[in-house]
């Protein structure tokens, strides 16, 4: 971020706690967004060390700050520092946002909403369609929450660790009291027969993330059909290895772009109150991952 561009008479202020913070793009996404609907607030990256998020969460409230994001590696260790959590952070034990409401430091996590709101974006709607999601790290975990929430009809997750996905099937089994979710190895005999009634397939593995993109996809190309759409969570590049292979096989797809832009719009609108402007969200972006390409 340009500090020479920063207008320090601005009021409310909100920001990124994260350690490391320099490569995200919330600051010049969110500051954009302030600026096209004229409002009096600053968005802020602030490096915080494990060490110190304790006192850091308190300066929320000490400089009264509207509310920040928490990335890595924070999201879990905040919340005991927190007066309450949503109910879906608690359900994926992550908080993504906090909002300062008049002292009171409220919880949220955005992620799993943000990403259905990308599907919904494109026409797809959740509810009764079948799932398949690779990965069962904390994105994967925001996701199929959200997934469950929504009443998904089978959802289907599959990890490297196999345990991990057994473990993220179980804690959902037992939260959100279902039974349409089960956990695939990566040699599941007939997953071949599995993925021919899936709808919608969601990598949320680091995959094909630049500068590493040239790289085959985690999930067999073949195993990919026309009737499903296709999301890859990694956003740069926007159009992964993974998502170009969909394509090629005419399947409909759904860029991790959205995800972000639409995680970061649902923080912005639990602070102002206001409707974020998501095309320009998604225009500043692109043009970042654009420019900083080299
Ligand atoms: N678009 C968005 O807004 C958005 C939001 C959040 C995250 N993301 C992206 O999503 C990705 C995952 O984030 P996360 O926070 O969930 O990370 P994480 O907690 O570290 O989980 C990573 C997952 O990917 C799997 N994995 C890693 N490398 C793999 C490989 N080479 N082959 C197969 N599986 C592999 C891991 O499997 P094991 O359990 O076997 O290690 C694990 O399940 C990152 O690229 C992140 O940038 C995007």
Redesign the pocket.
Known sequence: MDLSQIDLMKKELVGLFGYPVEHSLSPVMHNAAFSKLDLDYLYLPFEVDPDNLKAAVEGIKGLGLQGVNLT?PHKKAVIPYLDEVSREAELIGAVNTIKNESGKLVGYNT?GR?FVRSLAEENFELHNKNALI????????AIAFQFGLEGVHELYIT???LE?AKNLVCDIEEKLELKNVQALSFKTKNLKEIITEIDLLVD????G?YPNFEVEP?IDPSLIHQNMVVSD???NPVKTSLLRTANKKGAKIVS??G??VH?GAIAFELWTEKKAPIKLMSEVIKDEIENNKN
């Open positions: 890595i992620d943000g690779i990965g069962a790290g904390g994105a994967a975990r990890n490297r660790t991990k949320t593995t680091p995959v993330m985690v969570l990694v956003y991790g772009l995800m972000l995680q």
